[in-house]
Structure formats: C-alpha cells, structure tokens
C-alpha cells in the first residue's frame, strides 16, 4: 500500500451504498502534510509532461491544486459550479447531467485563463463517475488547450469515471484505486497498479 | 507598498460600485508564490500565537489557507455555505444575512473539526461587510475554541466588517487595506498601518 492507501485504510469510514467519508484529512479538514507527498507524488508521475498551469474544481478541489502546484510551479485556476447561468464576461460554460442526481450543473471558467495551446493538468481529490472531470475536459478543450495529465487522490474503480477517462485516452493517474469497500467489514480492496 | 499592495495595483481592475476584480492572481486564476509570501508575513505577524488549526471558508479562501498552513504547520478546515439546512452528522450551523443581498446564508462545520481549547486562525481572501467571518467567529466560539487571530489578505476599509472586528477585540491582520478606490482613474489609497 501507499502513503494515501494507508490514511483511507486508517481514517476512512466506508457507509452504507459505497459511500466513503474522507472528511477527517482531505475534503473538509485537510492535512497539508499528506497534501505534500500527493504533490511530490503527481510531479513524479506527470515528469514527463509539460504542465503549464493546474485546472481544478471548487471546493474540494481547490486545497489539493494548490498545494500541487508548488511542485510544478505553475498557477491554479479554479472553476466554478453553478445550477444556473452566470453571465460576468466571457466565460466557458460545460453543462454537465450528474450520474447520481440527475441534475444538470455547470461548470464555469473565465476565459481569461485559459489559453490556446497551453498544456493543463488536471486536479481533483475524487473520481467516481466523472462527471465534473468531463466538464472540466470540455472547456481546456473549448479553449484550445491540451490536457497534459488528469491527477485523481481517490478512485472508486467500481464505478464508471476512471475507465471511461482512460479509455478516452488521456493520461490519469489515480493515487487510490478502490475497488471494493465494504459498509460491514470496514475492508477496502485496491487496484494494484 | 508592500507585495500585496503592489499586485493590486498592477493587476486589480476596480469596477463601478466599488467592485474589485483580482480575479487573475487571488480568487479564480491563483498565484501560488504570491500565496507562499502571504503566508510568510501571516507566519511573521502571528508569531506570538499559538495556532492549532486554520479555519477557512468556501471557496475562494480555501486556496489561501492551504498555502498559508504549510508556515503554521497545522491542519485546515474548510467551512461550507449552504442556502438551506444541511444535516449530515453533527454540525455547527452559524447563519448569517448578507448586508449586499439580504440573503440568509448558513455557515456549517462539522462538529469533530473543531474542539473546545483549540486555537484557531481564521483566513479568507477578503473582508468587506464581515458576514461570512461573523459566520466562523460564531462557530469558533460555540465550539468553545478560540480565535487566536485573523489574517485577510484584501480588506475594503471603506466598508463596516473590519472596524467591526476590531472593535470586538480581535487580532485582525489585513496585508492591504483599501481605503479608497476610483473606478474612473483606476486609483487606489492604502491605509498607512
């Protein structure tokens, strides 16, 4: 196991219908320790890529990215979630359907920051089914940009996100792949990568 | 001037109505090595507190505190805004009306991430009328935890929030102070500290 495998098997508590809370240290406290190795970690992963500016997503995101972008010494662009149009200048807007609720978000970035050939990786703390991560690809996308990289802390492999990206091809890494958890025993099971 | 006084200067665009745009370095596109000298002068004028613990809000503040917590070596939690009752476990629930909108806002923290005796830094990017901080304070005090100081990066000195503050006895620190600003010249005037 890693660094990140041994935090969620310590701190983190599986509920019932594959919920994970991982509130104790990533997305509501956060441990800004274990938020430097996931940056040392990603910059290890993504050398081989150019990275000039880091794109993620409020709020949960936004922590993580920022503690990330020390590493590769790049600026972060946080983009923002609305239910409904918001209309200040110039802006990417992604419509996104979430899986579980139905509902239809937006995901919002000034175009401003995003720039035609610029080489973006993207940053978020989970990946279930995507649908966030899709927003975000469709506006680097729109912009003209490239998404160098797509960097996940926690993975829940049994759900359709990861393999859909990776069958897209783009280039995700995943510090925690889960691919079981269960409610009762309290036992993850991760992908070996 | 100092570093944060100079940024503004350079890249804040005033709007009519007393609107501040810093959109490109503080609050949507990041500036991490700005964020890292923010948190050197925070570190420096709160060094004769003892901090267990940052206390932040969504979204925006998020980044700051994260940057900012790496001097202090302590954890961040991160408060959630919500318009209505969110009821997840035990949570601290302060709501707050906004002056501008006239709108209720709840300001939720989750009851294990902060304890009684704690010593807490409140950071946030600005502070204009002061409601989302009279959010955390509320909190921070119903936890029985302390204020130990307040760090904010832009104030609008021309509104109520920080003289407020201040007048409540609390250890406020505001890297730029903005007494004046003219959406016609584009000047800005810093209060002298």
Redesign the interface.
Known sequence: MNFLEERIVKDGIIKEGNVLKV??FLN??????L??QIGEEFKRRFSQEKIDKILTI??SG??I???V??YF??????A?KSESVNIDGEMYIAEVESFTHKRKNQVI??K??LSSGENILLIDDFLANGCALQGLISIVTEAGANVAGIGIAIEKGFQVGGRMIRNLGYHLESLAIIDEMDAATGKFTFREV
Do not use: L, N
Request: glycine share 4%; proline share 3%.
């Open positions: 509130d104790s509501h406290q956060m441990d800004i320790a938020f430097e409020e709020a936004i922590g990215a920022c503690v972008a020390r010494q790049v600026p972060v662009v946080f923002k970035v000034s401003k920051f």
